[in-house]
């Protein structure tokens, strides 16, 4: 059980639901059409996504009250793990669109890169808290997390999933620079990974084809650039009080990945601009607590699992946003507690559950 018998973030733990409420009523409206086109049932898909919710705020509730040090002994067999699971993936994963991403278990999908995002973050944090007097030397503190980084890494990329690539090397880099790593170092490891990430954008056509699409997508409108306007076309048709819930144009074959990746393109067309500044106000307050649980943690660790917790969620959900509307390149990120997608849900559910357990051994 926890070591100061506090009370977990309130602040959090509501603005949580509130998302997860609001996903499971737009994963209904946006994918209903397809739910009865595809499998003859409108809530196949908000069906599945809500047992997983069940399932993923039962782990919340028994992680808030399990004492968060427990995973310190779980840090290095999670992360070897991890590399089963993403090794496992490319053999025996489902291929979809081209990409294998995902294992069948007792027919679900498991998505082993959202698992492999928390096993690092636990790493990380073990290890920042238990080497910090060496993190800022290259060799002995700041190599082997590299190496592990850099193995995931490749292996999310062989699946391929650039985005979900990208979301580990970020918040890898945001729990090295809050552990203290030397500025310099950071500027070398940015440096050499300059040519690394050109080489990645450019070696693959599609990827390179996504950056002109982002930079101008009525290039190809009906091409490259078809889910950016699309996407577009569905936020500004929203106004500010939005069409109305169910009554998104968008979701009729318009916009792909209208129930996960661009669902909220679809949220913006149904609620307005409200309807989206609301979720957006949801997340900052996430990530605007989760920084606040982080700088009064009892220890080193869980100052660093807060500060990972919160940065996946965060950036996930900039990453998402971002994408959706038109401020990014086209990633297959999934917006936290809101898009359609198990192994996203219950990953994202149990690092709160994590989260709040630290919140509950904060000093006041």
Known sequence: MSRRNGKPDIIIFTAVIILLSIGLVMVFSAS???????????????????????????????????????????????????????????FAGKDTAGASRWIRIAGFNLQPSEFAKIAMVNYVAVYLSNKRENVRKFFSGLLPILVFLGAQFALILMEPDFGTGIALVFTTLVMLFAGGIHLGQLAFISVLASPLLYYLVTFKEYRLKRIFAFLDPWADPTDTGWNVIQSLLAIGSGGLFGLGLGKSRQKFSYLPEHHTDFIFAILCEELGFLGGFLVIVLFFIIAWRGLRIAMRAPDLYGTMLAIGITSVIAFQALLNIGVVTGSLPVTGIPLPFISHGGSSLLMSLISVGVLLNISKQCSD
């Not at 069940?54 to 310190?72: E, K, N, S, W």
Request: net charge negative.
């Open 32 to 90: 209903s059409v397809m739910g009865l086109i595809d499998y003859g049932d409108p809530y196949h898909y908000v069906q599945r996504q809500t047992i997983l919710a069940v399932v993923g705020l039962v782990f919340l509730f028994i992680l808030m009250r399990i004492d968060y040090h427990i995973f310190q002994y779980l840090a290095l067999p999670g992360l070897l793990l991890s590399f089963i699971l993403l090794g496992a993936v490319l």
